[in-house]
């Protein structure tokens, strides 16, 4: 056997393969088998280079080590995207479909220095002022409501009905969003994410999370929204909108992912049931294996320099592979030797993810709340005939179909407060437009 026989060949359908192209992250292959896709990333060393979309152009960090030194090095490596070479010399569109997760906009996600201290700040000590007791309460309610939509069918699809939607109700709570604002967030958030006509999705978030901070500005409450308003950092209204619409979009959609990974997770591996240590272990091996976000974190070089003998010029556009770095030979023995947390999932440094606790705790509330009310529940389908939605960045299967024994819909005691600080009128039945929305008919339900 010769060096040829063992050269990494391109996984099957990688458009890459025999051309010297760089190796592309979007489309059904890339979707279907990413850690062969990682595998062959590997043969570059630390980095590689990739397409996120046809003519979007990165670095892609595979390796741990490298990955660390990456998020851990805010001097050499920043995070404002005003810097992005490509983007501004028109090589990269504004209408491009990976643009809307790249493009700069003034929240703490892409700020630098000062400025993402302040804002970093702020948003780390007002999600810290969640109670832990409030979250469950609420997740618990919201998963109530959802599965009384289902649960009687026999069937679902516990991502479009169950995981897709719950982290939205939740967050709507969470920052006080009335009937009116909490309708428009969730289908501003959704279709920025689905796809659906991005634009207006996103023009229609931005102005109900608008409304939202006018709202709270004259009538605080006791949620995000208003402590990050009351915050010591004094942002003012744009400041409050941009983080809101951060916290929002960006905390919804990796929850969901990570809500629905853990899910296929426990459904399709039986040794959780038999073993014990059921949700928390699932949940940390989905965060290995299947991070929500698996290739992000937005770097450009702020000089021409080196990492991990990789050449980068200054406004390169590198990102991290959370999923191959988690995956890699390096961390093959730590995680062996028991140590199950030291994995990337929640990114690391000083923009590691703000919310990594409330998120284990939604989900495995969520979780937990779902398996007591259903608990037969099992795949409605060979798991070798499920798909997961194609792109660079997020780790999601397109449905997950599930089966059970029916149960009756029963409306619950309400075991604590009402969700969302709703001002007065606001659930007005003469307004009927306020009470058509997905967050309107949740609001109506928990208090019949």
């Known amino acids: 056997m010769n060096a040829h026989d063992t050269a990494p060949v391109p996984p099957p359908g990688c458009p890459a393969h025999g051309s010297g192209a760089r190796v592309p992250l979007h489309g059904p292959e890339f979707a279907a088998h990413p850690q062969a896709y990682y595998e ?41 995207a005003r810097r992005w070479r490509a983007f501004n010399e028109g090589k990269v569109s ?27 700040q702020a948003v780390t000590d007002s999600m810290a002022r969640v109670d832990a007791r409030r979250l469950s309460r609420s997740t618990e309610q919201i998963s109530g409501y959802l599965i009384s939509q289902f649960g009687s069918r026999g069937s ?44 207006k999705a996103t023009a229609v978030l931005f102005q109900a999370v608008g409304e939202l901070v006018a709202l709270k500005r004259s009538k605080p409450g006791d949620d995000v929204t208003s402590w990050l308003m009351r915050h010591e950092a004094r942002l003012d209204d744009e400041e409050m909108v941009h983080q809101l619409a951060l916290l929002l979009g ?47 974190a937005p770097h450009y070089p702020a000089a021409d320099t080196e990492l991990a003998g990789q050449r980068l010029q ?56 779902l398996l007591n009310e259903l608990p037969d529940v099992e795949l409605a389908v060979p798991e070798d005939s499920l798909t997961w939605r194609p792109g660079p960045f997020n780790r999601a299967l397109a449905t997950l179909p599930a089966r059970f024994t029916p149960v009756r819909s029963v409306r619950r005691a309400d075991p604590g407060p009402a969700p969302a600080a709703e001002p007065e009128g606001a659930a007005n039945p003469a307004r009927p437009a306020e009470r058509s929305g997905m967050w309107s008919q949740f609001l109506n339900w928990l208090t019949r």
């Not at 990739?50 to 998020?71: C, I, K, M, R, S």
């Not at 709570?173 to 909490?182: N, S, T």
């Not at 591996?269 to 091996?285: P, S, W």
Request: charged letters at 20%; one cysteine or more; glycine letters at 8%.
């Open 314 to 369: 200054a406004g390169d556009l590198v990102l991290v592979s959370f999923a191959a770095a988690n995956t890699g030979p390096a961390l093959k023995a730590s995680r062996q030797a028991g140590s199950n947390r030291a994995h990337l999932a929640w990114s690391a440094g000083p923009h590691a993810c703000p919310s990594k606790e409330p998120a284990r705790h939604i989900t495995v509330t969520a979780i937990e709340h």
């Open 40 to 80: 062959y990333l590997r043969h570059y060393g630390a980095a590689a280079p990739v397409e996120l979309a046809p003519g979007v152009e990165a670095t892609l960090v595979t390796d741990y080590a490298a990955a660390l030194q990456l998020l851990q090095d805010s001097g050499s490596f920043r995070k404002d």
């Open 156 to 199: 679902a699809d516990l991502l479009g009905d169950y995981a897709k939607q719950l982290p939205l109700f939740v967050f709507n709570e969470l920052f006080g969003c009335p009937a009116d604002i909490g309708d428009r967030v969730l289908f501003g958030i959704s279709g920025m994410f689905d796809g659906v006509n991005a634009e």
């Open 250 to 296: 960006a905390g919804a959609e990796p929850l969901r992912n990570l809500l629905g990974n853990t899910l296929h997770r426990l459904l399709t591996h039986e040794r959780y049931a038999r073993e014990g240590g059921l949700i928390d272990e699932a949940l940390d091996d989905t965060l290995w294996e299947n991070p929500p976000m698996a290739n992000y």
């Open 94 to 120: 504004p209408d491009s479909p990976v643009a809307p997760l790249l493009a700069y906009r003034p929240n703490c996600m892409f700020a630098d220095g000062a400025d993402h201290l302040r804002l970093r």
